[in-house]
């Protein structure tokens, strides 16, 4: 993966404040993750779901220190909104090609932040009689959290940030980043200065 101090062709001074998670620091939390998981269900078998897209880069490094059999399944969710982290109300645009009844299910997430995305994820899973269903997340930013989740796993905690890399997206980019970068206050601000207007039209 692609590193901002030796990338050319990511446009990303304007975008990318401070690191905040280095690429090896991550790696060993995936690890550990791995680790945990592959104890805490031992003799069982797995079925991970993931995220899509944020949560994609996450789940395929974590499952290679996962030593259990496993399959792995993909549901989108889109909330909709105008600002950037959504607005609670929360839809299914891709659901999952497996039947999760009497299995052991993991949903693995990039960020967690209200948790609307989640508990909506949540309740809509657990009507399908999973024999388990636990949560595992990169991130967890419970400052704005709004609804109650109960979080097994989680790699970072995180304040009041908006961070992208290693699978988080800013308008979609930089996902391919080794690293988790803060993102510019002032990228941020520009960004509610453009929404204000558009509104006032
Ligand atoms: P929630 O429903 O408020 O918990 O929103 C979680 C979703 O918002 C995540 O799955 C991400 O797609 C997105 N999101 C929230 N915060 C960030 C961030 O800091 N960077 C990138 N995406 C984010
Ligand atoms: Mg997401």
């Known amino acids: 993966m692609i590193e901002k101090n030796n990338q050319k062709n990511i446009n990303s001074s304007e975008i990318l404040g401070r690191i905040l998670f280095p690429g090896e620091e991550i790696q060993k939390k995936v690890i550990e993750l791995g680790n945990r998981i592959t104890l805490d269900y031992k003799g069982k078998?797995?079925?991970i779901v993931c995220i899509l897209r944020g949560a994609v880069i996450f789940l395929t490094d974590l499952i290679k220190h996962i030593d259990l059999p496993l399959s792995i399944d993909f549901m989108s969710i889109s909330s909709y909104g105008f600002n950037m982290h959504g607005s609670g109300l929360v839809k299914i645009t891709k659901d999952l090609d497996e039947n999760i009844e009497g299995r052991h299910?993991?949903?693995?997430?990039?960020i967690i932040d209200t948790g609307l995305t989640l508990s909506y994820m949540l309740r809509n899973l657990k009507a399908r009689e999973p024999a388990s269903i636990e949560?595992?997340?990169?991130?967890?930013?419970?400052?704005r959290r709004i609804t109650d989740l109960k979080i097994k796993y989680y790699a970072f905690k995180l304040e009041e940030k908006y961070v992208v890399g290693y699978g988080l997206d800013y308008k979609q980019k930089y996902r391919n980043l080794e690293s988790i970068y803060e993102l510019r206050t002032d990228t941020i601000k520009k960004d509610i200065e453009t929404l204000k207007s558009t509104l006032n039209k």
């Not at 299910?105 to 990039?110: F, G, M, R, S, W």
């Not at 949560?135 to 400052?143: G, K, P």
């Open 105 to 110: 299910v993991l949903i693995v997430e990039d």
């Open 45 to 47: 078998e797995l079925l």
């Open 135 to 143: 949560i595992c997340t990169l991130i967890d930013r419970a400052v």
